[in-house]
């Protein structure tokens, strides 16, 4: 048989033990918290590295993106692009990539460059690529951001958007992308605030960005040189079959959607007249 005085003290001890030794629970929590704490400062550490990467972007090609600056530099342009043309369309897509993506000066300079240098058909692929590339990265970068934080902040109010972007998000998105303008890096950021998927995004923005792309493209592609661009200036290429094409594409989401809100009556209609033949039949069966 035990001493009481033994079993008190025993049963003191584990009590001290109890309180002086740390739960699991609360070691999960520590755990979860330094998680947090670390993806909290690697989220910084690469806003920090974006940020620096766009101050340099506006330090370094500032003046280079310009009509001014590419004319001196023409015939080498024309050298760099006999020698190696398939090298000169990659490196020319990536500089769009980052210039799009970072939102850098010169984008609609580069585009008519872009048609003068490599021609219509070439010039329309790595514009379109580059754009959509840049596009996606400008993209992901926002999602990657600011995402959960707004998610979390206002998720009552972001409801109602979410389920119409589940519904109609790349019909929305796709309409956008047609109105000229309706600036581009704002709808990146938008979009990426939304929980779009990235596949839609991309091949949303890639066929919703080439008509004006091509119109562009085109423009650039009648230039005889980036001298006499630099010379006279924009408006010199806007002739009238192009600014009828920026008005067209401004009409085009209007007729694109009330066709599809036509479409949509019309598959609503037709869904309430085959509902009460449905409701007849089984009555019928019911009855027999």
Known sequence: MSDPVDSELLATAKKRGARSTPSLDDGDASGDGDQRSAGRFG??????????????????????????????????????????????????????????????????????????????????????????????????????????????????????????????????????????????????????????RVTTFWWVSQLGMLPGTAAYVYAGATVPSLQSLARDGVGKVLSWQLLLSFAILGLLPLVINRAVNAFLKHKGGRHRDTKPSADHNDTKETEL
């Not at 001014?68 to 023409?74: F, V």
């Not at 190696?84 to 008519?112: C, K, N």
């Not at 996606?136 to 707004?150: K, N």
Request: glycine share 8%; aromatic share 18%.
């Open 43 to 196: 989220k910084w550490a690469v806003l920090a590295f974006v940020i620096a990467v766009v101050a340099v972007g506006y330090w370094a090609l500032g003046d280079r993106l310009s009509f001014e600056y590419l004319a001196t530099r023409e015939a080498a342009l024309r050298e760099y692009r006999q020698s190696d043309p398939l090298l000169t369309a990659m490196v020319a897509g990536l500089i769009y990539i980052a210039v799009a993506g970072f939102s850098l000066p010169g984008a609609s300079a580069l585009t008519l460059a872009y048609g003068w240098y490599f021609g219509f058909w070439v010039a329309l692929l790595v514009v379109s690529f580059g754009s959509t590339g840049g596009a996606t990265l400008a993209f992901l970068l926002t999602r990657y951001f600011f995402r959960d934080w707004v998610q979390q902040r206002f998720a009552a109010r972001l409801q109602a958007i979410n389920a119409a972007f589940d519904r109609e998000g790349a019909l929305y998105l796709f309409t956008l992308r047609l109105i000229p303008a309706v600036p581009f890096f704002v709808i990146n950021a938008l979009m990426g605030l939304t929980q779009i």
